[in-house]
């Protein structure tokens, strides 16, 4: 009984031990920075300076307009990745000639870096020799190009596109392996019943495979909040501050602060 | 779903004048190497992948070998604590890194690995190992216990059950955790940028955030570098896709 606690502890250990260091104590630790004075890069003076932060940070219209971009961010991106995550999903479900090929195309962009599919997108929304704009004049859906990062109207849905494009993935195979989840009994049962295709997605698909596209979708929100890496790639939150959410504004604040420091640092050696 | 990587592929083989012209080409004329050769020029590209691929590797193989423990330990035992751990384990999943940034920042700098390769291989370490934990848990609740069990009634230790019976049943699992914390590792870059700033210890996620800093519309250059960037990982991720999303569907319903 002895040894079985002993190699317990032993084998958690590590994993424990180096989460909790480097993963809880910054991440519980950046929070009760929120209530300090702190200069990141100059230690001296920590105090406590209760919600002041928060109110310095709400009277901010940059601040508020990372806010209210979030919100936009997570639920466009949301819904849309959904929607066609799941159409693929469906589509794929059957198996037919190329499916795997096919299968590898849709899921590879969830190998790629964040940043650098914010790149690859910027080039494609370049406003002068971009792919996007041509395109759209060749359909003759545009008359002239637009300037997908640098118009302020029209930068955040860019954004948004480029994250909807690089999530699709991710929902297309949670789904996936759901729709395979769900016993074929049940479609036969439906068709004993006369249902119809829409009526077998509506009535036994979706239900069944509801629990997962809750978790799923929770998930995927809270990721999508919190990753600021295609919008650093893109835009860097311009024009003028207009496309930043909240986690690429913080980041922003960060590296800003950094930089400074580091200019102070070099004047005074 | 593939232009964006068809297009960037694209205009990284296209020589430097054409990539500026109009009509758009959808296919390259001509084909030339000038844009790789360039970026090997222009900046030590060679160095950057050289760090990438160390640092990558070495901390996702110490991420194997403490998940593979820990998971083993969270399929087969329960004990008081077990759910709380789990948990604390999907937790982390969920808090947004840019809280952490700063006060890891403070850390680093306070054990002096600020320009040091051990900070990234450190933390690479660190942020893989519960998502890698839950992975490898999933992988290990497939296999029967009854087959260490037999190997233990033949006289096998707990552990030596573990490497000689359960650990070669598992190894595609294992290559697939592994690949996945390569790439996640291999694309990671904010701690990279805050950490690394010597130019003969950058990531390629660093050099290439610094090179659009600085060259911001050689957009031959970038397109070679974000392709050369891109490869391993596509490559790998064509090997590994089917074990991964096999692994993380499986984990995300037992989760």
Same mark, same amino acid.
């Given at each position: 009984?002895?040894?079985?606690?002993?190699?317990?502890?032993?084998?958690?250990?590590?994993?424990?031990?180096?989460?909790?260091?480097?993963?809880?104590?910054?991440?519980?630790?950046?929070?009760?920075?929120a209530f300090q004075n702190v200069?990141?890069?100059?230690?001296?003076?920590?105090e406590f300076v209760g919600l002041q932060n928060f109110e310095k940070a709400f009277n901010?219209?940059?601040?508020?307009?990372?806010?209210?971009?979030?919100?936009?961010?997570?639920?466009?991106?949301?819904?849309?990745?959904?929607?066609?995550?799941?159409?693929?999903?469906?589509?794929?479900?059957?198996?037919?000639?190329?499916?795997?090929?096919?299968?590898?195309?849709?899921?590879?962009?969830?190998?790629?870096?964040?940043?650098?599919?914010?790149?690859?997108?910027?080039?494609?929304?370049?406003?002068?020799?971009?792919?996007?704009?041509?395109?759209?004049?060749?359909?003759?859906?545009?008359?002239?190009?637009?300037?997908?990062?640098?118009?302020?109207?029209?930068?955040?849905?860019?954004?948004?596109?480029?994250?909807?494009?690089?999530?699709?993935?991710?929902?297309?195979?949670?789904?996936?392996?759901?729709?395979?989840?769900?016993?074929?009994?049940?479609?036969?049962?439906?068709?004993?019943?006369?249902?119809?295709?829409?009526?077998?997605?509506?009535?036994?698909?979706?239900?069944?495979?509801?629990?997962?596209?809750?978790?799923?979708?929770?998930?995927?929100?809270?990721?999508?909040?919190?990753?600021?890496?295609?919008?650093?790639?893109?835009?860097?939150?311009?024009?003028?501050?207009?496309?930043?959410?909240?986690?690429?504004?913080?980041?922003?604040?960060?590296?800003?602060?950094?930089?400074?420091?580091?200019?102070?640092?070099?004047?005074?050696? | 779903?593939?232009?964006?990587?068809?297009?960037?592929?694209?205009?990284?083989?296209?020589?430097?004048?054409?990539?500026?012209?109009?009509?758009?080409?959808?296919?390259?004329?001509?084909?030339?190497?000038?844009?790789?050769?360039?970026?090997?020029?222009?900046?030590?590209?060679?160095?950057?992948?050289?760090?990438?691929?160390?640092?990558?590797?070495?901390?996702?193989?110490?991420?194997?070998?403490?998940?593979?423990?820990?998971?083993?330990?969270?399929?087969?035992?329960?004990?008081?604590?077990?759910?709380?751990?789990?948990?604390?384990?999907?937790?982390?999943?969920?808090?947004?890194?840019?809280?952490?940034?700063?006060?890891?920042?403070?850390?680093?700098?306070?054990?002096?690995?600020?320009?040091?390769?051990?900070?990234?291989?450190?933390?690479?370490?660190?942020?893989?190992?519960?998502?890698?934990?839950?992975?490898?848990?999933?992988?290990?609740?497939?296999?029967?216990?009854?087959?260490?069990?037999?190997?233990?009634?033949?006289?096998?230790?707990?552990?030596?059950?573990?490497?000689? @019976? &359960?650990?070669? %049943?598992? /190894?595609?699992?294992? !290559?697939?955790? +592994? =690949?996945?914390?390569?790439?996640?590792?291999?694309? *990671?870059?904010?701690?990279?940028?805050?950490?690394?700033?010597?130019?003969?210890?950058?990531?390629?996620?660093?050099?290439?955030?610094?090179?659009?800093?600085?060259?911001?519309?050689?957009?031959?250059?970038?397109?070679?570098?974000?392709?050369?960037? @891109? &490869?391993?990982? %596509?490559? /790998?991720?064509?090997? !590994?896709?089917? +074990? =991964?999303?096999?692994?993380?569907?499986?984990?995300? *319903?037992?989760?």
């Amino acid at each position: 009984m002895n040894n079985r606690r002993i190699f317990i502890i032993g084998s958690l250990l590590p994993a424990l031990l180096l989460v909790l260091v480097f993963t809880y104590y910054p991440f519980f630790r950046g929070v009760v920075m929120a209530f300090q004075n702190v200069q990141i890069f100059d230690m001296r003076n920590i105090e406590f300076v209760g919600l002041q932060n928060f109110e310095k940070a709400f009277n901010d219209p940059k601040f508020m307009s990372a806010l209210k971009n979030s919100a936009l961010w997570v639920f466009f991106s949301l819904v849309c990745q959904f929607v066609i995550g799941l159409t693929l999903a469906l589509l794929l479900r059957k198996p037919f000639r190329g499916r795997g090929v096919y299968q590898g195309f849709v899921f590879y962009s969830w190998a790629l870096s964040g940043f650098l599919i914010g790149l690859i997108w910027k080039w494609m929304f370049n406003s002068q020799i971009g792919v996007i704009n041509d395109l759209l004049l060749r359909i003759g859906l545009i008359e002239e190009r637009i300037g997908f990062l640098s118009d302020p109207k029209w930068a955040m849905f860019s954004v948004i596109v480029a994250n909807i494009w690089y999530g699709i993935a991710f929902f297309a195979i949670m789904l996936l392996a759901a729709l395979q989840s769900v016993p074929a009994d049940l479609y036969e049962a439906a068709d004993i019943d006369g249902a119809g295709g829409v009526r077998k997605l509506l009535n036994v698909t979706l239900p069944y495979i509801m629990p997962t596209i809750i978790a799923t979708t929770l998930l995927r929100a809270i990721w999508i909040f919190n990753d600021p890496t295609i919008i650093y790639g893109l835009t860097n939150g311009g024009p003028a501050g207009r496309t930043h959410i909240l986690s690429s504004f913080m980041l922003d604040k960060l590296y800003t602060a950094a930089i400074t420091a580091g200019r102070r640092l070099s004047a005074s050696l | 779903m593939v232009f964006p990587l068809y297009w960037i592929t694209i205009t990284s083989l296209k020589p430097q004048k054409d990539i500026f012209t109009y009509p758009i080409r959808y296919w390259p004329e001509r084909i030339s190497f000038e844009n790789y050769e360039s970026i090997f020029r222009i900046s030590k590209f060679h160095i950057y992948i050289g760090n990438s691929l160390m640092i990558s590797i070495v901390a996702s193989l110490i991420v194997i070998v403490i998940a593979v423990f820990s998971a083993y330990v969270m399929a087969r035992y329960r004990f008081r604590g077990h759910g709380q751990i789990m948990l604390g384990f999907f937790a982390t999943q969920m808090l947004p890194g840019f809280i952490s940034l700063s006060s890891l920042y403070m850390m680093m700098s306070s054990m002096n690995l600020i320009n040091n390769r051990f900070s990234l291989i450190l933390m690479y370490t660190v942020i893989m190992i519960p998502f890698s934990t839950i992975l490898l848990r999933g992988f290990f609740q497939r296999i029967p216990s009854s087959l260490e069990e037999a190997a233990m009634m033949d006289g096998c230790s707990r552990i030596s059950a573990l490497f000689r @019976v &359960i650990i070669p %049943v598992m /190894l595609p699992g294992i !290559a697939s955790t +592994f =690949i996945f914390a390569f790439v996640q590792n291999w694309n *990671e870059l904010f701690l990279a940028v805050m950490f690394i700033d010597d130019e003969p210890l950058k990531t390629l996620p660093v050099a290439m955030n610094s090179f659009v800093q600085k060259f911001d519309v050689d957009w031959g250059a970038m397109s070679a570098g974000t392709v050369l960037s @891109v &490869i391993p990982t %596509v490559v /790998l991720f064509a090997v !590994a896709q089917r +074990f =991964i999303v096999e692994g993380l569907t499986q984990g995300a *319903e037992k989760g």
